[in-house]
Each structure stands twice: as structure tokens, then as C-alpha cells.
């Protein structure tokens, strides 16, 4: 969801995470905050921790990102990234199940879904509060696909993160990967079936998929 359909990491989590550690002192650098993209909480917190030192404020840091990164998921609609209007479209239109396999919890997910727009979009809903291992283990994805009752082979990752990346791997799931913001490991680009940076690939990709399988 986020930094795929969402451009929420630019519009939130990189905009806030910046000014508010600016504003607190303590800076935190463009590339840290990218690499971090992806992570639950937990993982959020820990890292920037370590990677800031002792003295950084971590407490009131996460504090601060919280409430704005809450308020703003809550009560705004979040811009979609380019081609994901589209893309939803396509997929409803050709009858494919879509899910979405988030590490956001899921009373925010639900707000972010609904106020952009696109919670219709999708038959099912699994949330980082719903999981005991967050990605990069692929348990997420995995219930995902259970939950459809299909084979692993039939079902397809749409990820533009490290973490989320290394689960569809380490699920050996077919993935593509639709690059913005967050880092991507060059293992990654070529373990995926596609690599891009527009969303509309993904559709000339299903459409190819589905005109051969017609034989077309």
C-alpha cells in the first residue's frame, strides 16, 4: 500500500521524518529515512535509535512522527501514485483477486484506503498488527495467498521496498517491483519478473500474460 498505490512515504513518513528530527536538533538523513521505508514500528524505532546515537531524543522523535504521521492518515486523503487508478481498474475489469499485505496496522490501513478512495478495490486485508513476523519473512504474503485458497504459482507480489522484496523472495513468490522511493537491492531487480518505475508496465504485463494464455 504505502509507496505503491499510496504516495504516502514521500507525502508522510519522508517529509515528516525529516522536519520533525530537523526541528528536534537532530537531523536524520534523506537516505537513512528511505532505507527504513517498509519496516514496522518496532524496527523503525530501533534502528533510529542506533543510527542517531545516544543523545538523539528517540522517545519524543517517534512521539512527534506518530501524531502527525496519525493525524495526517486519518483525517486527509493521501495522493495516489501515478498509474495505480489504473492499474486497480484493470485488474477489478479482468477479474483478478487482489489483496493488500501491509505492515501498516490496520485501523490505519482501513483510514488510508477509504480516504483515497480505493478500499473497494480489494477482496481482502491482512495488516502488520495481524502477522507475528513481519517482512522481510513472508508470512504476510503466504497468508495473503492461503486466504484465496491457490497456488503459489497463480499469485503474483506487488512491492516497491527492500523488506517486502526479500519476503516475496524468501516465500519464492513471483514479484514485481514497481520502484519510487525506497532502496532496491540489485538481487532483487533481477530475482523479479518485472522491474519498473511506472505502474502502467504492470498492466502491459498482465495484458500480455492474459493474451498468450488465450493464444492470442
Known sequence: MDGLLLDSERQIYLYNGMRISKELGYPIDEAFLRSMMGNDWG???????????KDFPIDRYMSLLRE????????????????????????????????IATSTHREDTLSCLKNSGI??????????????????DPEIFLKAIAHFDVDKSEAVI???????SVAAMRGACKLIIVEDLA??????????????????????????DREAAAGV
Open 43 to 53: 524496527i523503525y524505532e530501533s534502528k533510529t535509535a542506533e543510527h542517531m546515537g
Open 68 to 99: 502527525k504521521n496519525h493525524y495526517v492518515i486519518r483525517n486527509e486523503a493521501i495522493p495516489l501514485r501515478p498509474g495505480a487508478k489504473e492499474l486497480l481498474d484493470f485488474c477489478k475489469e479482468n477479474g483478478y483477486l487482489m489483496a
Open 119 to 136: 478500499y473497494d478495490y480489494f477482496d481482502y486485508i491482512i495488516t502488520g498488527d495481524e502477522v507475528v513476523n513481519g517482512k522481510p
Open 158 to 164: 506487488l512491492e516497491d521496498g527492500h523488506n517486502g
Open 183 to 208: 532502496l532496491i537491492e540489485e538481487e532483487e531487480k533481477r530475482y523479479a519478473i518485472l522491474h519498473t518505475y511506472d505502474l502502467l508496465d504492470v498492466i502491459d504485463l498482465l495484458r500480455s
